[in-house]
T-cell receptor, first 114, second 116 residues
Framework: KAGVTQTPRYLIKTRGQQVTLSCSPISGHRSVSWYQQTPGQGLQFLFEYFSETQRNKGNFPGRFSGRQFSNSRSEMNVSTLELGDSALYLC?????????????FGPGTRLTVT | AQSVTQLGSHVSVSEGALVLLRCNYSSSVPPYLFWYVQYPNQGLQLLLKYTSAATLVKGINGFEAEFKKSETSFHLTKPSAHMSDAAEYFCAVSANYGGSQGNLIFGKGTKLSVKP
C-alpha cells in the first residue's frame, strides 16, 4: 500500500497570504488528522476529520481550517498567514479513528512565511 | 487533561550501549501510549504502542517499552545502540474513549545521538 502523501513538500508564502495544503491518506483509511510542528511548541494537534466531518479540533485560531472529501483526501487552509505559522505541517491517517489505532504520518509540508 | 513529559531533550550514547529514553504521562482515563521516531526532514514513524494488552511492548528495530501504571511511565529502551538510531524520539498519549480519543498529545521530544 502506498503511504500517506502530502503536497507540496515545501512552500514559501508572504505574511497576509493564504495557503492550502493537501493530504492523501492510505487507501481505506477514513480518519485524517493534522499536526503542526515547530521548534518552540513541538507537535500540536490541529484537527481530525472522519468521513468528511470534523471530529476533533485543537486549540488553534479560526484562521486554520480544513476539510475532507468523499475519497478521504483532506486539505487544510491557513488564511492571513503570520510569521509564526512557519512550521512543518504533518498529516496522519488511520483506519477507523479509534484511540488505539496507529496513526501513519506523511512526510510533511514545510511552510515558510516571510 | 492528558500530558506527556520526556526527560532529557538530548541523550548521547556510544554505539553498542543501552538506550533509555524516558517518558512520563498524565491521564485521567486509561491511556493509549505511543513512541514515534523522526529522522531529519521526514515524518513520524511508529516504533510501538501500548493499548493495555501487555505491559511490555516490543516494537520495531529492537526497541521496547514497559508500561508502569504506578510510576505513570512508559520508558523506551534498546539494549544496543546503532548509529542508525540517531534521530528524534517522541512519546505520545491519547485517550481510549470519549470525544477526544485519537488526538495525540506529544512530548517535546528527545534527540538521540550515537557516538562511534
Amino acid at each position: 500500500k502506498a503511504g500517506v502523501t502530502q503536497t507540496p513538500r515545501y512552500l514559501i508564502k508572504t505574511r497576509g497570504q493564504q495557503v492550502t495544503l493537501s493530504c492523501s491518506p492510505i487507501s481505506g483509511h477514513r480518519s485524517v488528522s493534522w499536526y503542526q510542528q515547530t521548534p518552540g511548541q513541538g507537535l500540536q494537534f490541529l484537527f481530525e476529520y472522519f468521513s468528511e466531518t470534523q471530529r476533533n479540533k485543537g486549540n488553534f485560531p479560526g484562521r486554520f481550517s480544513g476539510r475532507q472529501f468523499s475519497n478521504s483526501r483532506s486539505e487544510m487552509n491557513v488564511s492571513t498567514l503570520e510569521l509564526g505559522d512557519s512550521a512543518l505541517y504533518l498529516c496522519a491517517s488511520r483506519s477507523q479513528g479509534g484511540g488505539g489505532d496507529e496513526q501513519y504520518f506523511g512526510p510533511g509540508t514545510r511552510l515558510t512565511v516571510t | 487533561a492528558q500530558s506527556v513529559t520526556q526527560l532529557g531533550s538530548h541523550v548521547s550514547v556510544s554505539e553498542g550501549a543501552l538506550v533509555l529514553l524516558r517518558c512520563n504521562y498524565s491521564s485521567s482515563v486509561p491511556p493509549y501510549l505511543f513512541w514515534y521516531v523522526q529522522y531529519p526532514n521526514q515524518g513520524l514513524q511508529l516504533l510501538l504502542k501500548y493499548t493495555s494488552a501487555a505491559t511490555l511492548v516490543k516494537g520495531i528495530n529492537g526497541f521496547e517499552a514497559e508500561f508502569k501504571k504506578s510510576e505513570t511511565s512508559f520508558h523506551l529502551t534498546k539494549p544496543s545502540a546503532h548509529m542508525s538510531d540517531a534521530a528524534e524520539y517522541f512519546c505520545a498519549v491519547s485517550a481510549n474513549y470519549g470525544g477526544s480519543q485519537g488526538n495525540l498529545i506529544f512530548g517535546k521530544g528527545t534527540k538521540l545521538s550515537v557516538k562511534p
